[in-house]
């Protein structure tokens, strides 16, 4: 019964922290245009936050880099339960164009936290992003929580 | 106070009630674009292994070339794969793909359509300043405002204005002021030139004996028929503007020099073996002979000035096409002995 009602209440409000790791930032922007009147983001319940202790879900952008080897693994352990980690664009899967020889980059993002999805595309469409977000936040959120820690 | 009875009226509605209640995104609008340009496609099948693609990539991960398995009816073949994860779609290994059709294919942008080309027109114009008057009429035939204009005392022509119509050719007054040159088939024109050059040269060499009787105010006239060597340049290339454009450049400009050589006057001084600066000339001690390679020499008239004996013989040529064309034309040579100074005298 407590389950059936924290799920409904997880479902339609989902709030997400965005956190680039060393990218170009194109990334962040399309994410921008996802809070946009076109997109608009919060008609599904999605509350952008830049505070991982509110952040059910943790959108990561960028290429890791040294600095962020360290912090990345800080800020996902300062997320509360049950958290989400959804990468966006190519950076967090192979480094792309950043992870040329000799560059201090350290992707992909699952050597250091687990990723729940994954967004290809250098940068995404926002549609994208959003149907990921849609698609995998709600029940993951939802299934994670009935888990017991 | 008008505002807000214009929000009053707003609240009213119906529509803004009802959208208030399910605010949803209109979904056309949040569609894929067309024009998008997504992760590219691969035909494997047209795929010729050349490796552009990989190279002009500028994502290290993106795009490998990966080679099937040999089987006993035919060996593997090598095509690129591109991997989505690494794709930044910027569609360079679709635009530098050779293959006909794109083994690679990304979006629209890459296709380079014909219309685009640098080069619009097959002939450039030029006005050649040193035979250009002034006379400025090609400035007012011209119908592009700006494209011909006067500088330092100098007309020239912009030619990123230049619409190649070839006004300014028709109407110039002096003949090679202005110059329309072909910019395609470079090596074709040179083909013919060379072609051009070497047959007027062995019809002047064939009447060698009538030559060399000539004093110093005698000139020597004769005419080359030219349909044998319009039928040779047409087989260089079937264009026959291009080709009596070139024969009246060559006839306008080239003044040919021609070297005889008399060897029954030869002393053997070999004089002119060490004054010769292509080598052409050369001493054959067995046969005590000197002799002279054509295919060396520069016309230099350097041996003519040095021989004591007159073995060398020096004359100039020039030459005109009348009337200019192709079918009814004869280039008229004249050849006349040098007016250079001789060692022997």
Known sequence: ?????????????????????????????????????RYDLEQYGIYVHNNPREADVLLITGAVTEQWKKNLQRIYAKAPEPK?????????????????????????????????????????????????????GPDAIAAKGRQKP | MSSVIWY?????????????????????????????????????????????????????????????????????????????????????????????????????????????????????????????????????????????????NKIVIDQSVCISCGECLKNCPVKGAVKGIYVANVQEQKDIINLTVNTLEEAIEEKRDDISHLSDKEVYKFDLPIDELVERARSILANDDLILDTFQKITDRLKLRIVTWDEDKCKKCRL??????????TYDEKEDVIKRDTKKCLRCSTCYQTCPFGVAGYYVSRFLLDPPSLEEGVIHITVKASQLPIGAD
């Not at chain 2, 609240?11 to 399910?22: G, L």
């Not at chain 2, 002119?272 to 000339?281: F, K, L, R, T």
């Open chain 1, 84 to 136: 989400v980690v959804v990468t966006i664009g190519n950076c967090p899967l192979t480094g792309d164009v950043f992870n040329q020889e000799g560059c201090s980059v350290y992707a992909p993002v699952s050597d250091f936290i687990p990723v729940d999805a994954e967004i290809p595309g250098c940068p995404p469409r926002p549609s994208e992003i959003l149907a990921a977000i849609l698609a995998v």
């Open chain 2, 272 to 281: 002119c073996v060490d004054e010769c600066p292509s080598g052409a000339i």
């Open chain 2, 8 to 152: 009053l009226y707003e609240f009213a509605r119906k529509s803004w009630a009802e959208n208030f209640a399910v605010a949803k995104t209109n979904p056309e609008i949040v569609e894929t674009p067309e024009r998008f340009r997504d992760f590219p496609q691969v035909f494997p099948d047209y795929c010729i292994s050349c490796g552009a693609c990989t190279a002009a990539c500028p994502a290290p991960n993106a795009i490998k070339l990966v080679r099937s398995e040999d089987t006993a009816e035919e060996e593997g073949k090598a095509y690129p794969v591109i991997n989505n994860r690494g794709c930044i779609r910027c569609g360079f290994c679709a635009e530098v793909c050779p293959t006909d059709p794109k083994t690679i294919t990304c979006g629209e942008n890459h296709l380079i359509r014909e219309e685009f080309t640098i080069l619009p027109a097959d002939r450039m114009f030029i006005i050649d300043d040193y035979l250009c008057i002034r006379c400025k009429k090609c400035m007012k035939a011209c119908p592009v405002y700006g494209a011909i204009y006067e500088e330092d």
């Open chain 1, 1 to 37: 019964m407590l389950d059936g009602l924290k799920d409904v209440v997880r479902k339609s409000s989902i709030h997400v922290c965005l956190i680039n790791t060393g990218g170009c930032n194109g990334c962040d922007i399309e994410v921008v245009a996802l809070l946009s009147p």
